[in-house]
């Protein structure tokens, strides 16, 4: 499959666009592909992120205003304290507001935010009198999997309420901090930041995939997944191709941006089922720096997903949806084992389906469970041909497009 966005048409009704995104690897990587669209469709673009991401919106070519956020962002997880860990957050938060403030100081037409930037970005469309549009891969309530449960009406507005109650007071100096810059009535909303009024929120999910009532809001949208782009000019590493080419498809190992787990425990388990198995694996080293060298295993650093998995017999992955949308698109199976978020909630999504054979938690991993899930993934081929139904399912539906035709939309709406 080819991994580069669509070439879009241009735009009747070019835009000046403020796409404010921040997170992890994952969390970044779809809103390349936005952003190389929305250009291509000729309008006029300012990415605001990190300093850690901006590379790869300029590997684009991309004007981006950096935020400095490289200290707090290595603060994430380290910090000693619940005290420490929200003050930290609620500074990234202000950082990226006054971002906002400063990119005010230019016309802008529509505001389109990452969910954890989407607080501040409200408010500040709000001062300007302008659109603005949350593009998320995640709901709040997918980030509470117990509460959520079967995903009824009542447990998902439920889960949803404790979420953004949870997430409240991490933007609250942010929130209020634009309030006054931009000359807004201060009122409840300041203190329940995360409740960020009725803007229109477009989700990069396949309808398909998830029944969650959030999708059925008459102002949300499931428009399907925003592929990521590829770097121009990118190639395989020579090792990876050479040892792709040595033998039959490999297995796929990887977990993105998470480290929250025991890394030694998890290669132990990884390299026991290789050997067990007889099978070859690509280990992804990701932020948990997983390691290995063995006859028939090889580690790799970054490597675009759509290249990589049509290359795989099966993967192993942490069930992030950025992963998740284009292992299945790929066709190729999967054994998912969430570590945090909402990865709970996909997993148990693949599960469901039909798609794989068990969801196994990462806490609860060890050789014994991830031998018996990856020899039944690999043995029974109901797992390969009903996710390639799902790869036809999402090759046939382009989230990036459908999103550019609802801002086509809203752009003619608001003149």
Known sequence: MDPTPPAMNPSPHPRRILLATWGSTGDIAPYTGIATALRSAGHHLTVLTSSRYAPLFRAHHLDVHALPLDDHEDAIG??????????????????AAQGMLAEAEKPLDLVLAHP???????????????????????????????????????????????????????????????????????????RLAAFHGTEPIRYGINPGLTPLPALRHPRHRAVGHWRPATEPGWTPDPLLEDFLAAG?????????????????????????????????????????????????????????????F?????????????????????????????????????????????????????RQLDEHRLTTALEELLANPRYRQRTQHWARKLQDHDGTTALLDDIARLSRAHP
């Open 310 to 362: 049509p290359r795989m017999r099966a993967a192993v992955h942490h069930a992030g949806p950025g992963t998740l949308h284009a292992c299945l698109e790929a066709g190729t199976p999967a054994v998912p084992v969430p570590v945090t978020y909402d990865q709970p909630f996909w997993a148990t999504r693949l599960k469901t389906l039909g798609l794989t054979p068990t969801a196994l938690p990462v």
């Open 248 to 308: 039959p498809p490999p297995v796929y190992f990887g977990f993105g941006s998470m480290s929250d787990f025991d890394a030694d425990r998890l290669l132990l388990a990884i390299t026991r089922t290789v050997r067990r198995l007889r099978i070859r694996a690509v280990v992804q080293s990701g932020w948990a720096q997983l390691n290995s060298r063995q006859e028939d295993l090889i580690t790799v650093g970054a490597c675009p997903h759509t290249w990589l």
């Open 78 to 95: 380290r910090s000693p304290s619940r005290r420490a860990r929200i003050g930290n957050a609620q500074d990234m938060a202000v950082i």
């Open 116 to 190: 954890l930037l989407h607080p501040q970005a409200a408010v500040l469309a709000r001062g300007l009198r302008v659109p603005c549009v949350g593009l998320y891969t995640v709901t709040h309530a997918m980030m509470l999997p117990r509460l959520l449960g079967p995903a009824s009406a009542c447990r998902y507005t439920l889960a949803d309420v404790a979420a953004r109650l949870a997430l409240s007071p991490l933007y609250q100096p942010a929130v209020a901090l634009l309030h006054r810059e931009l000359g807004l009535a201060t009122r409840l909303t300041t």
